[in-house]
């Protein structure tokens, strides 16, 4: 069975950066499409990003463009979250969750937490002065 390990989180002032990584307990991430997502505190969880099985396709929340990036790493089976600019609003704590799929395929969405089948347990990041 899909396992999912975020790590990277942590207390960054406004303005600040951090990386946060999403390691798959399986052979390959080819299979697989990655999203993450976020939950604030009294909010419903939100899509933040994602990135097709192939990596072709990659998506961005409008509240998170230009300042988010997504990639993967196949060989370290590891999918990364590269934020920059972070800002309070950014406080939450954020998910990868997996989506099984073709090889190759485009396939991903961050608008729909209920399309993805396995999650990871969550790395807490706080934007505070």
């Known amino acids: 069975q899909l396992q999912l390990v975020e790590s990277g989180g942590g207390l960054v002032k406004p303005g600040g950066s951090l990386r946060l990584s999403c390691a798959a307990s399986?052979?390959?991430?080819?299979?697989?499409?990655i999203g993450w997502f976020r939950q604030a505190p009294g909010k419903e969880r939100e899509g933040v990003s994602c990135?097709?099985?192939?990596?072709?396709?990659?998506g961005y929340a409008d509240s998170v463009k230009r300042r988010f990036f997504i990639s993967k790493d196949n060989a370290k089976k590891t999918v990364y979250l590269q934020m920059n600019g972070l800002k309070p609003e950014d406080t939450a704590v954020y998910y990868c969750?997996?989506?099984?799929?073709?090889?190759?395929?485009?396939?991903?969405?961050?608008?729909?937490?209920?399309?993805?089948?396995?999650w990871g347990q969550g790395t807490q990041v706080t934007v505070s002065s």
């Open positions: 399986i052979f390959t991430l080819d299979y697989y499409a």
């Open positions: 990135i097709s099985s192939s990596g072709i396709y990659i």
């Open positions: 969750a997996a989506a099984k799929r073709p090889l190759g395929d485009g396939w991903c969405s961050f608008d729909g937490a209920g399309l993805y089948d396995s």
